[in-house]
């Protein structure tokens, strides 16, 4: 057995045979597993769902990204905390520049190997520094390959990290945790003509970055449950979140609205999944969850693949869209849905991030792809989405093909 998973477990602030100058704290899984790491974050105790990336950069973003809220993040790169934190400076928009949010999400941090010193020119402070700042437990130590392997065998799990008090394993999929993370009030971005509002439920830094940016708009950000039937608008955001989009109701509904509305409508991540929701279709949870930033996509429009960056454990059932809707992208690793779109609406979502931070910017184009649908609707163009909803026949989609998807 690892060294570092046990199956008792005691309390000892140092350990004294490794000689380990850091308190020492346990992960403790649903099923009993523990393994023994030592603290380099805030000393209390937590609990959440164990979820792994694999992205080798990016940990400034990814801890600030709102759909983390309810996990405990493992990073599977083994040497982390090596460039430091940057500092908490305002963009041209009045975001945080460097972060995705206005703080750390996720419940606790687990990682192999936290780096004591760190160098980069925009750093100002560690990353312990920072989690303490923000009162986030972490843990180093950790046989993250040990960990990683134990959750794609068994799948997502619940646990909890454990100082001298121990505290019970709780699952935050059973609260609507968009409604934490979704801002209370309204702000506006940008000056541009054309008018988008964009659903906050977690929503990066990033999106609304590129929102403003890459259209000649101005993007009214909501809280998650806003009725956008009340207004005029030339198009509509969904974004990303955390948990279950089935215990969005509200935002569901108003969708189903939108639809009636017409309007061009672009979804990412929970975007996606909540748009599949209002359409008629339904979601399931993913065994272990796609999370980092080297995810190959494959365009069910053009057979062109992607490399994306991914956070989400809910996935769209393909089989579950009806009349009218099909999948737009593809996971190539897993087979599992990353988009759709409608063959004859404005109407389309995919379930990675084309924002990016951290990761590839190539699918960024779909920014551009909404602003074109929004500037034809304005424009009176017809929506001609049904001869360009087609997936060429001699595609193979690898180990994954099945008959389901012949009649494609």
Known sequence: MNKNIVRSYNYETIDKLSGHHRKQAFLILEDGTAFKGYSFGAPRSTKGEVVFTTGMVGYPENLTDPSYRGQIMTLTYPLVGNYGIPDDSLDELGLPKYFESDRIHVEGLIV?????????????????????????????????????QKIRDRGVMLGKIVFEEDISIENPMEKNLVADVSPKTIKTYGKGKYKVIAVDCGMKNNIIRSLVHLGDSTVKVVPWDYDVSQEDYDGLFLSNGPGDPAKCGVAIENIKKAYEIGKPIFGICLGNQLMAHAAGGKTYKLKYGNRGQNQPCVDLMTNHVYITPQNHGYAVDNQSLPS?????????????????????????????????????????????????????????????????????????????CSSNWSSW
């Open 112 to 148: 192999q190997n936290y780096s004591e010193e760190n160098s980069h020119y925009l750093s100002t402070r560690t990353l312990e520094q920072w989690l303490i700042g923000q009162n986030i437990p972490a843990l180093t130590g950790i046989d993250t390959r040990a960990l990683t």
């Open 324 to 400: 009218g809707w099909k999948p737009y992208f593809i996971n190539v690793n897993d087979g599992s849905n990353e988009g759709i779109i409608h063959t004859q609406k404005p109407f389309f979502s995919v379930q990675f991030h084309p924002e990016a931070k951290s990761g590839p910017y190539d699918t960024s184009f779909l920014f551009h792809k909404f602003y074109r649908a929004i500037e034809e609707d304005r424009s009176g163009k017809v929506y001609m989405a049904d001869s360009r909803v087609q997936v060429k026949k001699s595609y193979h989609f690898g180990i994954w």
